[in-house]
């Protein structure tokens, strides 16, 4: 399957080493966005034809599939210039910064016949993929309770300082806890949607907020039907990446963590323990490596048998969802209140 990566930043740069590692795909081009990318993908692969531009990308009729790792407000641009050209696709997380655009993105993967797969790899890391089996195999009895809490190093700002530029970016909780959310309502699946989102923040400088809510310090509290429900809470302003997640049921609970002096290590530490209903003492699992170079190597494996198979490992309609959280979330905080939902 001959793939066409669009996007050589940082991230993209692992894209394009973790296609070549799997089975099953080749890397056939690479658009780039500027020059100290062009330079580093011709330098990297001088056998593969390196475009100043997505549309030369699409244009060649003898690639299969695009992995596109753009900047957050290009994402629904390109995705759908991809889909409309005919190609399956990966599309790095967020889907896209509305509702409407992941709307455009969902139409034309149906109108068209392509599979459309969102890149939330958290599903397919060996810690918190672990998680949801421990969830579904009923090992802490029914859920009431998770937290996630990440605390780690300011973003990177990435090519010509998007992460920074609120119309670029959408927003600091479309960037990542994203992925919390994504997990929660993966865990949780069996007990339908969450209902309501009330969210906090704060900021070392108050005027990087504005409309696009870049606060260093987030937390949301997330209600499903009944009892369960969950925090998501993350600070851009502490140092290196250190993850918690705890997870409690009516039976037992789960305690894991990750960390690493950055989030992009080989040589992390890390542990998931598991107190089993009726046991008196927890156990801690062996794991294979865990963390999101893993990860993402793992999801391109994943992605060749989804493009195969016509199946998305994550679904527009799924990724979709997770748009609807985070600007709800936003808008709880934007208003100071508690916000229902509806997706």
């Not at 940082?10 to 099953?24: D, M, T, V």
């Not at 509290?221 to 290196?240: C, D, H, I, K, N």
């Not at 992009?264 to 490596?289: A, D």
Request: glycine letters at 10%; one cysteine or more.
């Amino acid at each position: 399957m001959r793939f066409g990566l669009i996007g050589y930043g940082l991230w993209g740069q692992h894209h394009a080493n973790a296609i070549i590692k799997a089975p099953g795909a080749e890397l056939a081009a690479i658009a780039v966005g500027d020059d100290a990318s062009e330079a580093a993908a011709k330098e990297a692969f001088p056998g593969i034809a390196v475009y100043r531009g997505y549309q030369e990308v699409l244009a060649r009729a003898d690639i299969d599939a695009v992995d596109v790792v753009v900047p957050n407000h290009l994402h629904a641009e390109v995705g759908v210039a991809a889909l409309e050209a005919g190609k399956d696709m990966l599309l790095e997380k967020p889907m896209a910064l509305s509702v409407e655009e992941c709307d455009r993105l969902i139409e034309a993967a149906r109108r068209n016949d392509r599979v459309l797969t969102i890149g939330h790899e958290f599903r397919l890391s060996t810690q918190w993929g672990r998680v949801k089996t421990l969830v579904e195999e009923g090992a802490i009895g029914e859920p009431m309770y998770a937290l996630v809490s990440l605390f780690r190093h300011p973003y990177r700002p990435g090519s010509g300082g998007w992460r920074f530029d609120g119309d670029k970016v959408g927003s600091w909780t479309l960037e990542e806890p994203v992925h919390f959310f994504d997990s929660l309502m993966w865990y949780f699946e069996d007990h339908g949607d969450p209902v309501s989102v009330l969210a906090a923040g704060s900021a070392k400088d108050r005027q990087q907020t504005g409309p696009h809510n870049m606060y260093d310090n987030f937390t949301a509290l997330v209600r499903w039907p009944g009892q369960l429900y969950a925090m998501v809470t993350q600070s851009l302003a502490g140092f290196e990446h250190h993850q918690v997640m705890e997870l409690v049921g009516s039976e037992g609970a789960i305690r894991t963590w990750w960390s690493g002096t950055m989030d992009r290590t080989r040589h992390p530490t890390f542990e998931l323990k598991v107190l089993k209903g009726g046991e008196e003492k927890c156990e801690t699992l062996e794991l294979p490596p865990s963390g999101e170079l893993f990860e993402l190597e793992e999801e391109l494996v994943k992605v060749v048998e989804a493009f195969r198979n016509r199946r998305p490992i994550v679904s527009g309609e799924e990724a979709r969802k997770r748009i609807i959280i985070c600007l709800e979330a936003e808008r709880s905080l934007a208003e100071g209140r508690e916000v229902q939902l509806a997706f």
